[in-house]
C-alpha cells in the first residue's frame, strides 16, 4: 500500500481519473512543440478595446471538443444608410458579450430567416422566393401568440397612457371610430391622437372570462392549468350553468355576424378550434366556417347531421398528385416511343379499387370449401381501410373541413350539442370553449393584449448600435396584426420589423374558402373594423397552410416571409 500523505487519513486514495489527468499534463509540459506554440501565444499582444474582449478557455471542455473559429471568414459588409433595420434580424437577438460560433453559410435569401429559426426554436418555413415590396401585406387568419417589434426608433411612446387617453381609445373602439393618421409623426410621444390609437389596436373581446387561467390558446394547455382553481370540475349543476351562459354568446356572435355586425369570430375548444367568416371576407359571397384540425370521428357526426362540407387541403393534394401523374405518364409516353404501345396499355389499365375488398371477394373461399376455417375481416375493418387516406390527416392541417353558406347554421346547432366541445377530463374539464371577437357581443368581456417596450444594443458590423424592442402578448386576431402594422408605420418612420408567433393549428385557416371563380364582394361598413383593414380580410388568403413570421416596412412598404 502506498503511503499516506501528511494531512490525510491513511485510507484516503486519489481517483484513478484524477492520475490520468496529471500524466496528461505531464505529457503536454514536455512536449516542445506544444511550449513553443504556448510560448508563440504569449508573446502575441492581446487586443485591446471594447469590440474584442479576452476570453479565457473553458476548462470543462476539451480540445478536441472545443469550436474551431475560422480565421479567414469573410465580414458582411456594412449596409449604407446605417439603419439597423438592414441588418439581419437574428443579431437584434444575440447578446452582445458572447462570441457565437460562426454559422453555416446560406443562400442569400435564406440565411436570415433560418438564423432566427434557429435562435428561437421555431419551426424552419422558409419560402424559396421573398415577397417583393408592396403597400400592403397579405391577410393572415392565424391568431398570434406573440408579435417581437425592432426599430432603430424607441417605442417609448407607447407606453404610460394617460387615464383620458385610455379612455378615448375604450370610447373610440365601442364606437368604430376611424383614426386617420399622417404618414409620419415626428413627436410620437406627444401624439395623443397616435397613443389612443395603439391602445385601440389592443382591444378584443373574450369569453369566458376567469383571470386565474389561461383561456388561449386550449389546444395542448392542461399543463398550464393544471393546479389551476376549477370549482365546476366536479360539480355538474356549475358545468351546466357555464354551458348555458356560453351558448347564449355563441348565438349572439352568429346573428351578428349574419347580420354584418361582426367581421368574424373564433371558437376554440381543447381539441378543435373554428372560425366563423362574414359574407364577404377572404373572397366568399357567403358566410364560411373552418374547423381544424378534425379528426375521422368528428367528420362522421358531421356527415350524420346533414352537415355538407369540403376537405380543401385534402382535394387540392388530389388534384395535384393527380396532374403530377398525368404529367409523369405522358413524359414517360413521349420518351419511350419504341414502347408506346405497352404505355398506353398500362395507363389504361383501370386502377384496382378498393370497392373490391368487401364480402362478394371472398366466394372463391366457399369455392375451396375454407370459407368456415379462414376469418374473414369484418365491415369496419373494410371501411377503415377504405378511408385510410383520409384517416391518415387526422390532427394535421390537411384535416382542415370548410363549411359554406347555410350549413354554418346547421353547424352551430351540431357545436352546441357536441359532446367533444368540452374536455370531459382532466384540468380543462367541464370549461367551455373560449370565443375571440374583434366586436363587443352578449357575455363579452373587454380584453387588452400586453405591450412592453425595452431597449438594447444589437452587433452590426463594426460596433454595436442601439436597438428598440415592442413586444405584444396574447391572442393577436388578423385585424389587430394591420391595426399595429398601421399605427407603427408613422410611429417609427416607415421602418420596423416583426417576429411573428402564430399559433400552429390555427394556419390553416388561410386556406381559400372560396372557388377561385367566385366574386365575394360584399359591403361590411358597421362590422367595426378600420376601412382599409376591411380591404385587406377581403382578400382571398394567399399563404395556404402557412402563416407569415417575418413582416418588414421598409420606407413604407412591406415584405414579409411565411
Known amino acids: 500500500a502506498a503511503p499516506a500523505e501528511p494531512g490525510q487519513s491513511p485510507g484516503s486514495k486519489k481517483p484513478p481519473a484524477l492520475l490520468r489527468l496529471k500524466r496528461k499534463r505531464h505529457s503536454r509540459r514536455s512536449d516542445p512543440a506544444a511550449a513553443a506554440e504556448a510560448a508563440e501565444a504569449a508573446a502575441a499582444p492581446a487586443p485591446r478595446g471594447p469590440s474584442a474582449p479576452a476570453r479565457r478557455r473553458n476548462p470543462f471542455s476539451s480540445l478536441d471538443n472545443a469550436p474551431q473559429r475560422a480565421a479567414a471568414a469573410p465580414q458582411p459588409p456594412a449596409p449604407a444608410s446605417g439603419d439597423p433595420s438592414a441588418v439581419p434580424f437574428w443579431q437584434f437577438l444575440e447578446p452582445a458579450c458572447e462570441d457565437q460560433p460562426p454559422r453555416r453559410a446560406e443562400p442569400a435569401e435564406r440565411s436570415d430567416v433560418l438564423a432566427l429559426s434557429k435562435d428561437l426554436h421555431l419551426p424552419v418555413a422558409v419560402p424559396k422566393v421573398p415577397s417583393s415590396p408592396s403597400q400592403e401585406f397579405p391577410a393572415d387568419w392565424s391568431i398570434k401568440t406573440r408579435i417581437l417589434f425592432t426599430s432603430s426608433h424607441p417605442f417609448t411612446w407607447a407606453e404610460h397612457l394617460k387615464a383620458q387617453e385610455e379612455a378615448q381609445a375604450f370610447a373610440q373602439h365601442c364606437r368604430a371610430t376611424e383614426t386617420t393618421l ?17 391602445q385601440q389596436s389592443l382591444v378584443y373581446w373574450l369569453h369566458p372570462s ?13 399543463r398550464k392549468m393544471a393546479g389551476k382553481a376549477c370549482p365546476w370540475a366536479q360539480d355538474e349543476a356549475l358545468q351546466q350553468v357555464l354551458m348555458n351562459d356560453w351558448c347564449v354568446s355563441f348565438t349572439c356572435l352568429y346573428r351578428l355576424l349574419r347580420a354584418g355586425l361582426c367581421p368574424y369570430f373564433y371558437v376554440c375548444s381543447p381539441h378543435f ?13 357567403v358566410p364560411t366556417a373552418a374547423l381544424a384540425p378534425t379528426s375521422r370521428g368528428l367528420r362522421q357526426a358531421m356527415r350524420s347531421e346533414g352537415i355538407e362540407f369540403s376537405l380543401p387541403l385534402l382535394e387540392e393534394g388530389r388534384t395535384r398528385k393527380h396532374k403530377n401523374s398525368e404529367e409523369e405518364d405522358l413524359e414517360t409516353e413521349t420518351g419511350d416511343g419504341l414502347r408506346g404501345g405497352s404505355s398506353v396499355e398500362d395507363a389504361e389499365e383501370p386502377a384496382p379499387s378498393d370497392d373490391d375488398d368487401d364480402d362478394g371477394s371472398f366466394s372463391w373461399l366457399e369455392e375451396m370449401g375454407v370459407q368456415d376455417k379462414v376469418k374473414k375481416p369484418d365491415t369496419i375493418s373494410i371501411q377503415l381501410r377504405k378511408e385510410q387516406r383520409e384517416v391518415q390527416v387526422d390532427h394535421r392541417a390537411e384535416s382542415l373541413v370548410l363549411v359554406r353558406g347555410s350549413n354554418t347554421f346547421t353547424l352551430l346547432n351540431f357545436l352546441i350539442n357536441c359532446r367533444s366541445l368540452v374536455a370531459g377530463a382532466g384540468p380543462q374539464a367541464g370549461l367551455p370553449p373560449t370565443l375571440l371577437s374583434p366586436v363587443a357581443f352578449r357575455g363579452g368581456t373587454m380584453q387588452t393584449l400586453k405591450a412592453r417596450s425595452t431597449s438594447g444594443r444589437a452587433r452590426v458590423p463594426g460596433g454595436f448600435e442601439d436597438v428598440f424592442s415592442l413586444e405584444v402578448l396574447g391572442p393577436v386576431l388578423p385585424h389587430a396584426l394591420h391595426a399595429l402594422a398601421r399605427v407603427l408605420g408613422p410611429a417609427q418612420r416607415g421602418s420596423f420589423r416583426a417576429l411573428l408567433s402564430p399559433h400552429e393549428p390555427s394556419a390553416a385557416f388561410n386556406t381559400r374558402p372560396a372557388p377561385p371563380q367566385e366574386a365575394g364582394h360584399q359591403d361590411l361598413p358597421a362590422c367595426g373594423l378600420h376601412p382599409k383593414t376591411l380591404d385587406q380580410l377581403s382578400q382571398c388568403p394567399t399563404l395556404g397552410k402557412s402563416a407569415i413570421r417575418l413582416l418588414e416596412m421598409k420606407d413604407y412598404a412591406y415584405t414579409w416571409k411565411a
Not at 409620419?184 to 389612443?196: D, H, Y
Request: glycine residues 6%; aromatic residues 10%.
Open 210 to 222: 376567469l383571470p386565474w387561467l389561461p383561456l388561449f390558446p386550449r389546444i395542448g394547455a392542461d
Open 182 to 198: 399622417p404618414q409620419s409623426v415626428q413627436e410620437p410621444r406627444q401624439s395623443t391622437e397616435l397613443r389612443c390609437a395603439f
Open 273 to 285: 378550434s373554428v372560425l366563423f367568416r362574414a359574407a364577404g371576407l377572404a373572397g366568399s359571397a
